[in-house]
């Protein structure tokens, strides 16, 4: 039997995508990256929307011809359909059944949190995939979660930010900091250079397994307004160590309450997710609990970190073998549970 070929589409925010899977093999993963939200600070949802549709039939387009394959040859298409911002999920999801009908392929509704965690199955995502049961840290712009992953779909939320995101606060600190959008890999590259331990700032005591971030954003603020009143380049002249502080207490915000599952479940498979994955700290934390506690350690390659649609392609062909595909009158979904 020739090996299952499939077209993902992700639109859920600000990153229009399109890939080819063959078997787990990613042939083609185009992204068009929306730039006009930096100025914003934050992703505009309108000006997103309108960008998806201009961006993505040349996406589509370019993803057939890298990976060297004919919208015929195609088994089916995968979409995401949530969550995220509704007037992009929109463009992603009415282009998925345009074509999916057109071709007469069926069509494969993807969820995107689902998507960032199986990503890990990708052939060449991991040289070995993590075995059932594995915790896996989902750390994006929209959300952090502690997922317990039990099978490929039988996932946990064991626990949740309460407020904020980690993206979300590399983000608005950044925004504070005066720093483009996003500013998360901005801020790892500052605080390459910087002394992580120059400036301490207070973290949250949740007993749980849940995260929260508003208050240290908060706690950056006042002390920024309070430094700058006395000296107005303050942020200039510590910049570098200020994106060093501050990425240091979020990484071991973010680590605390992973270690402590893994450590309650006794789970020693454990993998980062989501484009906060792609955060330099956070992979250097996770490798020495490999060597420290002997943790079996899944990192994404970087493609695969931010939104992209090779996720989806892989988690559509997961679904196709399975026979679970998706009505042509179905709708796009700004919320969608794991
Ligand atoms: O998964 P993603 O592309 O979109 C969402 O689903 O939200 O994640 C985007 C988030 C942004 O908040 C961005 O600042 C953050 O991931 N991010 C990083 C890094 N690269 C991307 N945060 C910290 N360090 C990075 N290197
Ligand atoms: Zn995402």
Redesign the pocket.
């Known amino acids: 039997m020739s090996e299952t070929i499939i077209l993902g589409i992700e639109s859920?925010?600000?990153?229009t995508s399109a890939a080819i899977i063959k078997g787990n093999q990613i042939l083609s993963n185009i992204a068009a990256n929306q730039t006009i939200h930096n100025e914003y600070g934050g992703v505009v949802p309108e000006l997103a929307s309108r960008a998806h549709q201009q961006n993505i039939i040349p996406v589509v387009t370019k993803s057939f011809s890298k990976a060297n394959i004919q919208q015929n040859d195609i088994c089916a298409i995968g979409f995401t359909r949530g969550p995220?911002l509704l007037g992009s999920l929109l463009v992603g999801t009415s282009f998925a059944k345009s074509l999916a009908m057109s071709l007469n392929v069926p069509l494969i509704e993807v969820n995107?949190?689902q998507a960032?965690i199986l990503a890990h199955f990708i052939d060449d995502a991991n040289p070995q995939p993590p075995k059932f049961p594995f915790l896996c840290l989902t750390?994006?712009?929209?959300?952090t979660m502690i997922v317990l992953v039990k099978d490929y779909f039988d996932m946990e939320i064991i626990g949740k930010t309460i407020d904020d995101?980690?993206?979300?606060a590399?983000?608005k600190i950044?925004k504070i900091f005066d720093l483009d959008?996003?500013?998360?890999?901005i801020?790892?590259?500052l605080a390459k250079e910087g002394n992580p331990n120059a400036f301490q700032f207070n973290k949250p005591k949740l007993d749980n397994y849940d995260y929260s971030f508003s208050g240290i954003k908060t706690s950056v603020l006042y002390f920024i307004q309070k430094e700058v009143k006395k000296n107005p380049n303050f942020i200039q002249e510590n910049l570098k160590d200020l994106c060093a502080s501050i990425?240091k207490a979020?990484i071991e915000i973010l680590m605390k309450k992973l270690e402590k599952a893994a450590k309650d479940l006794n789970i020693t498979e454990v993998a980062i997710a989501?484009?906060?994955?792609?955060?330099?700290?956070?992979r250097k934390a996770m490798q020495a609990n490999h060597e420290k506690l002997g943790w079996n350690i899944y990192i994404p390659k970087f493609e695969y970190?931010?939104?992209?649609a090779a996720m989806i392609a892989m988690v559509a062909k997961l679904k196709y073998e399975r026979g679970e595909f998706t009505d042509l009158r179905t709708t796009a979904t700004s919320k969608y549970d794991l």
């Open positions: 859920s925010c600000d990153d995220g995107h949190l960032h750390v994006s712009g929209g959300h995101a980690a993206g979300e590399f983000d950044g959008y996003p500013a998360g890999p801020i790892d590259k990425q979020i989501g484009g906060v994955s792609a955060n330099s700290a956070l970190t931010t939104d992209n």
